[in-house]
């Protein structure tokens, strides 16, 4: 919905290659994971190596990396994985830093962290490690490395940052502030049965008379109008928004004019409560975007920031209208929300034979680390 900024992008991107290209130049050498320096034989502009460690070498990754990552993803999150989509945009994207790790020549393992706020945190994305090698503390050594890297290019970065959906076992989750929870609900179906199911939620909020409330549901059309929104003193208590920050599809950020270029480069679709003065719900979607999910289907995200369960409700049934026309096909439709609104829209979304509910409740961690 918003369009972006090719200056800025531009300018993010040949900051972040300079700076790679400057420590690959002094002296050939890497860095490890406590930034120590390291000699790397490999260590050329054309191949990208950036370091070793535990017999791993570490490169930034590269367009060509992608059928290599894609057969080290087999299952992951359950199909839902977004990584075939988005990888070679990451490749070019401003302040992001991919890293893969090979084991001689073989790729075993990828980690991303994306710099924002302002260049004081780092979000950590992507993290997958090759089927054969789970459960072998490879996870962690990547993890190091990436830490330790993106540190050195960096020096700014004050705070990783990251979403999962599992809990981690109370010993690793000791090692982060847990900053927030939500919770989601998540429906499967096909196209054809799409269109009677929105139609079915858009008459039960007329039955319970929730269409004609006072508060209607407006589109943020513009960067600006989104900013004056954004920046209201109260919005993070008024909306209890998780950890003071928007999770736009699994991505923390708070609440800084930094920022707003990544929301604008996410094409998201924005309605907030529109009946003047404090409002009391926001809530965005992002495009449909393909996934490995039984051999292929669609995936897009609804984010709910408010307790109104009225204004929950017509937020939904107003995205699933406004995305309709775009799917075809199976559909998964995840929905974040406040813990206190998951059973009233569970409740709300059943009854429907094709649109139903594909996985129980679970929950999205918001954590946080110092680096």
């Not at 369009?3 to 300079?18: G, T």
């Not at 007329?206 to 004056?228: F, G, I, M, W």
């Amino acid at each position: 919905m918003f369009s972006l900024c090719k200056a800025l992008h531009k300018q993010f991107y040949l900051s972040h290659i300079l700076t790679v290209v400057g420590i690959q130049r002094q002296n050939h050498t890497t860095v490890d994971a406590v930034g120590h320096q390291l000699t790397c034989a490999e260590v050329t502009m054309d191949s990208h190596c950036v370091g070793e460690l535990d017999g791993l070498t570490f490169y930034l990754a590269k367009p060509e990396d992608y059928d290599d990552v894609m057969a080290i993803s087999q299952d992951i999150y359950g199909g839902n994985d977004y990584l075939p989509h988005r990888y070679h945009y990451w490749m070019t994207e401003p302040g992001r830093v991919v890293i893969i790790a090979r084991r001689g020549k073989k790729l075993v393992a990828l980690e991303s962290g994306l710099l924002v706020d302002g260049g004081e945190t780092v979000i950590g994305e992507g993290l997958r490690v090759c089927p054969k090698e789970r459960g072998c503390g490879l996870a962690g050594v990547i993890l190091r490395f990436a830490d330790g890297y993106i540190k050195k290019v960096y020096p700014n970065v004050k705070t990783m940052r990251f979403t999962r959906g599992d809990d981690p076992r109370p010993e690793k989750l000791r090692k982060f502030t847990l900053l927030a929870r939500r919770s989601v609900l998540s429906l499967l179906g096909d196209s054809e049965g799409f269109n009677s199911f929105v139609s079915g939620l858009q008459e039960k909020l007329v039955v319970s008379d929730e269409t004609n409330s006072s508060r209607p549901l407006v589109p943020v059309k513009d960067l600006d109008a989104l900013k004056a929104f954004l920046f209201d003193s109260d919005l993070s208590s008024r909306l209890q928004l998780p950890g003071g920050a928007i999770i736009q599809d699994w991505e923390p950020l708070k609440l800084m004019e930094s920022n707003l270029h990544i929301l604008a480069r996410r094409n998201l679709t924005w309605f907030v409560d529109g009946s003047g003065g404090k409002p009391l719900f926001m809530s965005f979607h992002t495009p449909p975007y393909p996934i490995p999910y039984n051999g292929g289907s669609l995936c897009f995200n609804i984010d709910l920031y408010g307790m109104e369960t009225t204004l929950a409700k017509k937020a939904l049934t107003t995205h699933l209208n406004s995305v309709k026309s775009e799917i075809q096909g199976l559909v998964l439709v995840h929905i974040y929300m406040h813990q206190t609104l998951w059973k009233d829209l569970k409740q709300f979304c059943e009854g429907h034979d094709t649109v139903k509910q594909s996985k129980n409740f679970w929950e999205q961690l918001f954590l946080e680390k110092e680096l």
